[in-house]
T-cell receptor, first 112, second 115 residues
Framework: AQSVTQLDSHVSVSEGTPVLLRCNYS??????LFWYVQHPNKGLQLLLK??????LVKGINGFEAEFKKSETSFHLTKPSAHMSDAAEYFC??????????FGTGTRLLVSP | DTAVSQTPKYLVTQMGNDKSIKCEQN?????MYWYKQDSKKFLKIMFS???????INETVPNRFSPKSPDKAHLNLHINSLELGDSAVYFC??????????????FGEGSRLTVL
């Protein structure tokens, strides 16, 4: 069965420093992977997606993620954090045509 | 103009009551979903409809009944509410099936509190 594990429940960074949110996946076939962001009291929004094309995927708001098959990882990064990046981030894997499986989320805290 | 809108945004009710949450999307999408997000932020699919036809029905109690009168609307009715039903319920829609595109458009959620 397809699953994702988000290795950190909380990540704290200072504004202007790099962001790294870690995600490992488990899949019996070549997966499609996604990152979603949820700002407080809002719905989720797609940040970026990997669907077996380029392994380095660029998303909105300066985020990017790299698919590493050898490490079964799909970590989310951003060179310089902004206060507005504070949110909950979800790593997601497709499970067949119809379903997405969400990770447990990582809360990103950004301090001035 | 909100793409996926849910009403009500907040719902506080007593155990044993029946309640409904409504969802509408104006994106012209063919597929709609209900997700449940618990207090630890874990998000789980409940139901999915494609062109008004039920295609996903996860292990959800029979007290939960979705209804799709047309492909722009997907409502969720819950009978005999229990404490454990307290959660945020998200409606979402997509043009393609979720696993194909991965791009779901979410509403802002309906926070249900059962006392």
């Amino acid at each position: 069965a397809q699953s994702v594990t988000q290795l950190d429940s909380h990540v704290s960074v200072s504004e202007g420093t790099p962001v790294l949110l870690r995600c490992n996946y488990s899949s019996s076939y070549s997966p499609s992977l996604f990152w979603y962001v949820q700002h407080p009291n809002k719905g989720l929004q797609l940040l970026l997606k990997y669907t077996s094309a380029a392994t380095l995927v660029k998303g909105i708001n300066g985020f990017e993620a790299e698919f590493k098959k050898s490490e079964t990882s799909f970590h989310l990064t951003k060179p310089s954090a902004h206060m507005s990046d504070a949110a909950e981030y979800f790593c997601v894997v497709s499970a067949g045509f119809q379903k997405l499986v969400f990770g447990t989320g990582t809360r990103l805290l950004v301090s001035p | 103009d909100t793409a996926v809108s849910q009403t009500p945004k907040y719902l506080v009710t007593q155990m044993g009551n029946d309640k409904s949450i409504k969802c509408e999307q104006n994106l012209g999408h063919d597929t709609m979903y209900w997700y449940k997000q618990d207090s630890k932020k874990f998000l789980k699919i409940m139901f999915s409809y494609n062109n008004k036809e039920l295609i996903i029905n996860e292990t959800v109690p029979n007290r939960f009944s979705p209804k799709s009168p047309d492909k722009a609307h997907l409502n969720l009715h819950i009978n005999s509410l229990e404490l454990g039903d307290s959660a945020v319920y998200f409606c979402a829609s997509s043009q393609l099936l979720a696993g194909l595109s991965g791009e779901l458009f979410f509403g802002e959620g309906s926070r249900l509190t059962v006392l």
